[in-house]
Each structure stands twice: as structure tokens, then as C-alpha cells.
């Protein structure tokens, strides 16, 4: 849910099963060579690439890969071959940059990859500190809820009693115990607390 857009997927380049797309606008001899030489370079560096040559649109063949969330696209045409220049689209922020074929596209594709990662998990942890809150009483638990839902980080008894009573608070449960603690209190009973526990809604 959180490395998406209203493109479709967007897959971090560590676990994508196909990290780079080589989609062709052209089917001439000229523009496969130039697709078989990148893939046979960027696969004997260990990068799962493969090559689009099924017979849908090149249109369709480009919002397919961004659909599918693919890292790295390397858009080929008769323009691109003619000029000794390859289109090198990144998923994550849709860009896209003219290199040359005789620039090193491993490194230049494997540099991109790490760019890609670096972004996307910066990106996911900066949304996810933004709506996460340290609170210690109930009423700040249930104005949070009403106004900015995220995750709760909140002290808790143990009892089960209490968290059925945080349950009420807009269905809130008990996502994950994050650490011991000997000095906080239970915001619904204030009985002391045992855990610190990060509570959120389930979707």
C-alpha cells in the first residue's frame, strides 16, 4: 500500500522479480541488436531484465510495466538507434533520461536501482514517522483517532479488559509489542504498565 500510486505498482528494485523492462517501439533489426546486447550485458551482471516483445502497442507495453511496478524501463525506437541514445524511465518518480549507448549501462542501471531503493524507503519511512505519536493518555489517543489516524505508541497493563476498551476507540488492536517498560502507566486503567505496544486499525 505504501510503494504505489495511481499508475499501479511500484516495487523496490531488492525484491522486484523483473527489475528492468527493454520495451522496443520498433521491431527492426537494428533496434533488436541494441535490445539483445543491453539484455545479454545487464543479465550476465546478475540484473533480471528481460525484453518486451509481445505484440501489444509500444503504449500499452510502457503502462504495463508501470503498472506492474518494473524499476527500470529502457525505451528503444529507430529515434533512439539512430541517435546512439537510450530512454531510461525509473518507476518511482516516473522520470525519464536520454544516456548514450556507449555510456556503461550496467553500473549506469545498477547506480539507478540503488537511487531507486534509497528513495522508496526514505520515502516510506519519513510517511510512516509522520503519522506515528508517542501518547500517554487515553483523551489524546481518541483525539488523534478522530483527527490524524496512524499509529499509536502507547503504554498498556496488560489486562485484556483494557484492550478491549482501546478496541472501542475506532476499532484500535494491538498491532506489535515494542519494548519493556517499568516507568509508564496504563492510559485506561493507570495501573502500571508492562509493555509499551503499538496499537493501530486494521484494513
Known amino acids: 500500500m505504501v510503494h ?14 523483473r527489475q528492468v523492462a527493454i520495451v522496443k517501439a520498433t521491431d527492426d533489426e537494428e533496434t533488436n541488436d541494441l535490445a539483445n546486447n543491453l539484455y545479454n550485458k545487464l543479465k550476465t551482471a546478475g540484473i ?5 516483445s509481445s505484440d501489444k502497442s509500444f503504449g500499452y507495453k510502457l503502462a504495463e510495466s508501470e503498472v506492474n511496478g518494473i524499476p527500470v524501463r529502457l525505451e528503444l525506437g529507430k529515434r533512439e538507434v539512430s541517435s546512439g541514445q537510450i530512454t531510461v524511465a525509473r518507476r518511482d518518480t516516473l522520470e525519464k533520461k536520454q544516456i548514450s549507448t556507449n555510456d556503461d549501462i550496467v553500473k549506469y542501471v545498477t547506480d539507478l536501482m540503488e537511487d531507486i531503493q534509497n528513495n522508496l524507503y526514505n520515502r516510506a519511512k519519513e510517511r510512516r514517522d509522520s503519522m506515528t ?13 478522530d483527527t490524524q489516524p496512524g499509529f499509536i505508541y502507547a503504554p498498556w497493563c496488560g489486562s485484556t479488559e483494557c484492550e478491549l476498551k482501546m478496541k472501542e476507540i475506532k ?18 486503567c493507570g495501573k502500571k504498565s508492562k509493555h509499551i505496544v503499538v496499537w493501530g486499525i486494521q484494513y
Open 133 to 145: 505519536y508517542h501518547v500517554k493518555t487515553l483523551d489524546e489517543i481518541k483525539k488523534i483517532m
Open 171 to 188: 476499532g484500535l488492536k494491538s498491532r506489535c509489542i515494542s519494548e519493556n517498560n517499568d516507568t509508564e502507566v496504563c492510559p485506561v
Open 4 to 17: 504505489g500510486d495511481d499508475y499501479g505498482l511500484i516495487l523496490p528494485p531488492r525484491v522486484a522479480p
Open 48 to 52: 533480471k531484465v528481460f525484453i518486451d
